[in-house]
């Protein structure tokens, strides 16, 4: 499961994401436009999710084995068909087609939907939806696509920038969230992640400890601690470190911008503080980090 989708597409894609120097490594997806002519793809199995928006004017036929089971349909524009990782998946198309292919890891996608959206997703995340019609959502696919039409900082900016459109868009849509118990005591359920979620958005500056974050969820301090390491798969305080982190990576981005000034702003006491973390969850000094 270590290739990707578009290492075995049978021609090369007329656009790539992977190829662009301007569009940053820590993007949220990679995306490909193809205009192949009539095919096959062998059947193949692999570690992240595929979205297939279709362009094409005119219905064509096509065959999609999924699982052992193939489909032979007609396929109409702004039709998108979805692969989810570790679903084995083959194609054949008769026509020249017209397609962009979006590619997410799921982790990514995980940690974007609990970070940005407060959605914690479901194990079998876009497992039950292999096709649908949605002509907005290849709207934004298009809007992705016309980003790779020129190499430049503007056009880096405008993909990153129609990443997150799209994905809002995808998970907000079709997203399937965790099932919720009938007791919100029992676990830490979607409802609280939001409240812990907007308490430390709010006060990302601040010093904030276990007792704070377990009274925003309603829970007693050691009850929270556990469920919500069993859910989010890290500690509480481990996650807050992790959050102060992605988002100092992200003011660093902004070249002019102090790092002592990115240190506070992030909770850290001081810069000396916040490159040792920084460096501990990256692998990078905040120099380092901007630099490369």
Not at 60 to 82: A, C, L, P, S, Y
Not at 97 to 113: G, I, N, Q, Y
Request: charged share 25%; hydrophobic share 40%; net charge positive.
């Amino acid at each position: 499961m270590s290739r990707r989708y578009q290492d075995i597409y049978p021609s090369l894609p007329l656009y790539d994401s992977d190829g662009m120097k301007h569009i940053s490594a820590a993007s949220l997806m990679s995306v490909q436009y193809f205009q192949a002519a009539p095919d096959r793809m062998a059947e193949d199995v692999f570690a992240e999710h595929h979205i297939l928006l279709n362009l094409k004017e005119q219905p064509h036929r096509v065959q999609n084995t999924r699982d052992g089971v193939m489909r032979d349909f007609t396929f109409r524009k702004n039709e998108i068909i979805v692969t989810p990782a570790g679903v084995r998946s083959g194609w054949r198309w008769f026509e020249t087609s017209d397609v962009v292919v979006v590619t997410l890891d799921p982790a990514k996608v995980e940690r974007f939907a609990e970070r940005e959206l407060g959605m914690l997703l479901h194990s079998r995340q876009l497992r039950d939806l292999p096709q649908f019609s949605d002509a907005d959502l290849c709207v934004a696919g298009v809007m992705l696509r016309d980003a790779l039409s020129e190499d430049n900082i503007t056009s880096g900016v405008m993909f990153e920038a129609m990443s997150r459109v799209f994905l809002v868009k995808l998970l907000q849509r079709y997203g399937q969230r965790r099932p919720e118990e009938v007791s919100l005591s029992a676990r830490f359920t979607s409802a609280h992640y939001k409240r812990i979620l907007a308490y430390i958005r709010a006060r990302l500056d601040q010093t904030i400890s276990v007792d704070d974050l377990a009274q925003q969820a309603g829970l007693s301090p050691s009850h929270f601690a556990r469920v919500f390491k069993q859910t989010m798969g890290s500690t509480p305080m481990q996650y807050v470190l992790a959050y102060r982190i992605e988002q100092a990576a992200k003011m660093i981005e902004e070249d002019s911008r102090p790092l002592g000034d990115i240190a506070l702003a992030c909770g850290f006491a001081d810069q000396a503080h916040f490159s040792r973390s920084f460096k501990k969850v990256t692998g990078q000094t905040p120099r380092q980090y901007r630099a490369g």
